[in-house]
């Protein structure tokens, strides 16, 4: 039993320092492409690939995915597809065992749909799960991010 309870304090504790992939948040008008970042904090995880889902509201937002500036150093591309709508699957990989340094790893371009509403609305990361060079899952935590929708406000 004390064993047990060790072992769950450490993968606590290990969870804690988890890589984290973050979703920053911007404000959007209609008409007017957006981007956003999402940037890898690595806390000392080599990771040579990554996967996520996001999600978001389909009816308000168009979302589509790019490698960033942290990927393409490390010779990564990224392979993505509209699981459902509102939830795209986002792959980060490459033909190497180069880590992926910290920093923006996949720029979103959101684009505003006519239904949209004026508030915010939720970028969800789901079904992370990294790997390193050994081919070893590692544990990634998430931070959601949001795309603000303002009212186009006309120019007297």
């Not at 459902?84 to 979103?108: A, H, M, T």
């Amino acid at each position: 039993m004390r064993y047990r309870n060790l072992a769950i304090l450490l993968a606590l504790a290990a969870a804690g320092n988890a890589a984290e992939l973050s979703v920053g948040s911007v404000a959007a008008t209609a008409g007017q492409p957006a981007t956003l970042n999402v940037t890898l904090a690595s806390r000392g995880a080599a990771l040579t690939g990554l996967q996520f889902d996001l999600e978001y509201d389909a009816t308000a937002l168009d979302v589509s995915a790019v490698a960033g500036p942290a990927a393409t150093d490390a010779g990564k591309g990224l392979q993505s597809a509209v699981v459902k709508p509102g939830k795209l699957r986002v792959l980060l990989f490459g033909l190497n065992q180069n880590s992926i340094s910290d920093g923006i790893v996949v720029v979103l371009r959101v684009s505003l749909k006519d239904a949209a509403e004026s508030r915010d609305h939720a970028i969800h990361l789901s079904a992370l799960v990294g790997t390193n060079r050994r081919a070893e899952t590692v544990a990634i935590a998430g931070q959601d991010g949001s795309v603000k929708v303002e009212t186009r406000r006309s120019s007297k």
